[in-house]
Every structure is written in structure tokens, then in C-alpha cells.
């Protein structure tokens, strides 16, 4: 076993042969935090890595013998499965206390539905352990145990819900209960965990066939199922994004900017396109933003210990999954307000969670340099992807107002490859234009932590360049920015959060 220690912790579960390996590995196991965009994970103190609960309950399938009768295989096989139930249950329970009412909590809550379609791991933990109960109970070597799912009727109760109305399905699903969430009984917490699994999933279904005979009916009646301000109509809105998520292994799958056309094109009603596109794309456009460690430096380059230096937290727009492959600049794609209000959306809920996560760091004692103060932005274009300014523009009201946004970078764009001989008038594809001037000093005069701003303005007219460098010049001394905020960011967000 020593030498699976050496491996990060996913390696290590994979690796095990044998219930006593991964037995060995469950008992260390403890909750881990809640990441930015919610989903829990689980560590090990002094291992690398977290593992997802999923990835424990598929080796135990893997590794369980059913065949073996020995009572001490089948108790550690017990043992097993009560503490994989137990850490699912203090994770459920917790979420009250680490994240409130968030909204990265209710995604917690959602995404963990979505983690478990087509993976049902309390019915394959509740296969074993009745396999493991009649094995003891052979053996006499232990008292009889009634088997889990027996104790809660789970399979009668949800084998209805395909035959239920989509209300009907809307009213058995739990969120943000504070009942559930406060319960110390894991079996009603397991219980309710396993129902709003399996009622989103009926749910999805029906969404996914009435959507391809662009028949809005169940959605319509989802959304009039819930009151306004409800978390069920984030979970709405995310069980839609569900039926248009492509399988991140086909190679051949469509950019967002092409499934975005086919979902603006359905017949919505109004007030319900309103409400949910944002939060649809917000949960697609999640899937083409990477997240990585940022570092910004203060001018003088000195080492992260010292001066105003910082970790960040970077996010990377992967532009050939937003557009596609290829040279748009001939044929723009117009992006619409919808996915603009998403990408807004994604941003703050990003910050937020940030900001959460600053501020438990700092509550449990740790180093405020090795905390990441902030977030940068990044959207530009790759050798594949080629585009003009005009698919970015849509996006430029969007970035106001994006809570500690420290570094924005959207300087790389229009520029052409210069072998492209059928290219006419390159020059003019390049840079921010003069209608793009007053967005663009919006997101700096709202955005007052924002210390680097890479932006290409050769596209204005020289006069409209001359206002824009002088308006943007009067902005930084009002708010400070090029001596005062460097010295003081930091105790400025260290006051903000605590």
C-alpha cells in the first residue's frame, strides 16, 4: 500500500485491487472545499489531489467479489460502504455552514444531480451491501441488517416519477430545504439526495423530447411551477443546459456560438427567455473557460513575498470552443445579449466564490500570500480561430462591475495571419473601434481594483483616441490607481472581506 501512497489520490483509488486497499484509503477520507463553481470533492490529509465520490463508489464496484463469503471480507466490505455513506452525509450537512444560501451552494446542491445521471450510486452501494448482508447472515457471524434500500423504500417511491406531470416532479425535488439541510437523520438526507437525482433526471428527458419537436410545453410548465426568486429555476435553466451540453469527447462537436443559434431560435415565451437564457449559458459557457493559478506583478518585478505582488485566479476564454475553428473575420458570428448577461453571470458568481474562499482562508489562519486575491480575465484568439472585434464588442457591457477583477486582457483580437494572402484590409479587422470607446471606459470606471487593462484601440479614430486616452487617464487619478491602489490593494480587499 506504500507505494500507492506516492500517487495522487485519484491514481491511488484507481490502483487498488482489493476491498482492503481501498478500504484502507475511504477511512482517511475527509470533505474538501467547495470549489468556485460548486461540486464537492474529497481529500486526503498529507495526499495530493481529491477525488470525486463517484470515482470511490465505481472502484468498489469494481473490486467488490460477490462470490466471496469469508464474514471478514464482507465486514470491511460493510465498513466500507457506512463510511463512504457517512462522508456523503456530513458533505450534504455541511453545505449550510460553508456556503449559506449561496448561489455556489445551490450549484453544489444542482450539479451533484448532474454528476449522478447515468450513475446511480446509491443503488450501486445499496446492491452491494444487500449482497454483503445476506453473506453475514449465511455465516451468523454478525446480527442481521436490514439493507439500506429496504429501510427507505427508494425504489418504490421513485419508480413513479416518469409517469408523474412536470409539476408534480418540480414539487418532489429539494434544494435549499432547511429542514433537509439541518437534519441530523442520513438516511432522510440520502433519501431526499437520491429523489432529486432521479426526478431530475425524468426531468431532463422530458425537456430533451419535447425540445427536439421544439415543443416548449414541459419548460413552460416547469417555470410556471415555481415561484420567482426560487432556486428551482436555476435548476430549470440548468437541466436545459443539460439537453444542449455536447459529449466533451467528440471530437466533432458543435462551438457554443452554433448551439446558441438553435436555442435562440426556439419559440420561447418572453418572459421565460428572460429568465433562463442567462443562466443557460452561463452553465455552457462554463464548460469553454478554463481556470488556472494567475500572478500578478507589480511594476519593479520584484518576488511574490515581497512588495504588492499576488496569486491570482486566471480565466482563460477558450475562443475555439465559444466560436469554432477557422477565420471568422469575413463572416463575423453575432453573439447575442443572452450569452453576454451568461458570460456576466459566470464572471460574478466566480468573483463571489472567490471571495469566499479568501475569506475562509484568512479565518483558518492561512498566509495571505499564498491566497489568490482576485481574478483575472483573458479573451483572445488562438492559430485556429481567427476573428474580428465585433465578436467580442457584445461582451464589453458584460464586464462591468465584475467584483475584484484585477487584470483584464482582450488586446489579441482581429489580428490576422499575415500568409494569409485572400485577406483585404487586414488592418482594418484590428483593434476597438470608436463606438467601442465608452464600454470600454465603463468597465474601468467600475471596475476600481483593476490594475492592468491590455486593450487594442487601433481601430479608433485619431481623435476618438486622443478623448479615450485622456477620459481614461482622468479615471486612474480619480480612483488612484497607478500609485495608490498598488500599494494598498491589499489591505483594501483584506477590509472588503473581513
Not at 102 to 108: K, Y
Not at 273 to 291: F, G, H, Q, R
Not at 451 to 469: C, H, R, S, Y
Not at 470 to 476: A, K, N, S, V
Request: net charge neutral; charged share 25%; glycine share 6%.
Amino acid at each position: 500500500m506504500r507505494a500507492l501512497m506516492t500517487l495522487p489520490l485519484k491514481d491511488q483509488i484507481n490502483a487498488c485491487k482489493n476491498i482492503h486497499q481501498l478500504n484502507e484509503i475511504v477511512n482517511k477520507l475527509q470533505v474538501n472545499d467547495i470549489k468556485t463553481r460548486g461540486g464537492r470533492r474529497f481529500s486526503v490529509p498529507g495526499e495530493k489531489g481529491t477525488v470525486a465520490l463517484n470515482d470511490i463508489v465505481k472502484k468498489i464496484g469494481e473490486v467488490f467479489d460477490a462470490k466471496e463469503t469469508l464474514p471478514e471480507y464482507n465486514e470491511v466490505t460493510r465498513k466500507t460502504i457506512e463510511k463512504i455513506r457517512e462522508i456523503n452525509a456530513i458533505s450534504n450537512l455541511n453545505l449550510k455552514d460553508k456556503l449559506p444560501l449561496s448561489f455556489p451552494r445551490i450549484l453544489t446542491a444542482i450539479r451533484s444531480f448532474f454528476g449522478n445521471l447515468g450513475f446511480n450510486r446509491n443503488k450501486v452501494l445499496d446492491n452491494i451491501s444487500k449482497t454483503v448482508e445476506e453473506h453475514l447472515k449465511k455465516n451468523k457471524e454478525t446480527s442481521p441488517k436490514k439493507p439500506f434500500a429496504t429501510e427507505i423504500e427508494l425504489n418504490e417511491e421513485t419508480k413513479p416519477l416518469d409517469k408523474l406531470s412536470v409539476k408534480q416532479i418540480i414539487d418532489t425535488i429539494k434544494i435549499d430545504d432547511k429542514k433537509l439541510l439541518t437534519d441530523t437523520d442520513t438516511a432522510l438526507v440520502n433519501r431526499q439526495t437520491q429523489l432529486n437525482i432521479s426526478a431530475v433526471d425524468v426531468l431532463k428527458t422530458k425537456f430533451s423530447d419535447a425540445l427536439k419537436k421544439n415543443d416548449m410545453g414541459p419548460i413552460e410548465e416547469a417555470f410556471r411551477a415555481v415561484n420567482k426568486g426560487d432556486h428551482k429555476i436555476d435548476l430549470i435553466a440548468l437541466t436545459i443546459a443539460q439537453c444542449f451540453r455536447p459529449d466533451p469527447y467528440d471530437r466533432n462537436r458543435k462551438p457554443l456560438a452554433v448551439t446558441a443559434e438553435l436555442i435562440e431560435k426556439l419559440p420561447w415565451n418572453p418572459e421565460i427567455k428572460e429568465a433562463l437564457l442567462p443562466t443557460i449559458y452561463s452553465e455552457l459557457l462554463s464548460d469553454v473557460v478554463s481556470i488556472q493559478k494567475g500572478y500578478y506583478a507589480a511594476p519593479g518585478g520584484e518576488a511574490i513575498d515581497q512588495g504588492n505582488n499576488f496569486h491570482t485566479y486566471s480565466y482563460v476564454v477558450d475562443t475555439r470552443k465559444l466560436f469554432g475553428r477557422g477565420d471568422h473575420t469575413q463572416s463575423p458570428i453575432i453573439v447575442s445579449e443572452y450569452m453576454g448577461k451568461g458570460f456576466a453571470q459566470l464572471m460574478k458568481s466566480q468573483s463571489e466564490a472567490i471571495v469566499h474562499n479568501l475569506v475562509e482562508g484568512l479565518k483558518n489562519g492561512k498566509d495571505p500570500k499564498s491566497l489568490e486575491f482576485g481574478l483575472e480575465i483573458s479573451i483572445g484568439q488562438f492559430v485556429e480561430c481567427r476573428f474580428p472585434t465585433s465578436m467580442i464588442s457584445p461582451f464589453l457591457p458584460y464586464l462591468q462591475n465584475i467584483p475584484g477583477l484585477i487584470k483584464l486582457e482582450i488586446s489579441d483580437v482581429g489580428v490576422r495571419n499575415p500568409w494569409d494572402k485572400k485577406v483585404q484590409n487586414a488592418s482594418s479587422l484590428s483593434g476597438y473601434g470608436d463606438n467601442d470607446a465608452k464600454d470600454l471606459l465603463s468597465i474601468i470606471k467600475t471596475n476600481p481594483h483593476l490594475l492592468e487593462f491590455q486593450v487594442d484601440i487601433g481601430n479608433m479614430t485619431p481623435q476618438k483616441a486622443k478623448e479615450f486616452f485622456t477620459e481614461w487617464g482622468e479615471i486612474l487619478q480619480d480612483q488612484g490607481h497607478y500609485a495608490q491602489a498598488q500599494l494598498e490593494l491589499k489591505n483594501q480587499l483584506l477590509q472588503e472581506v473581513t
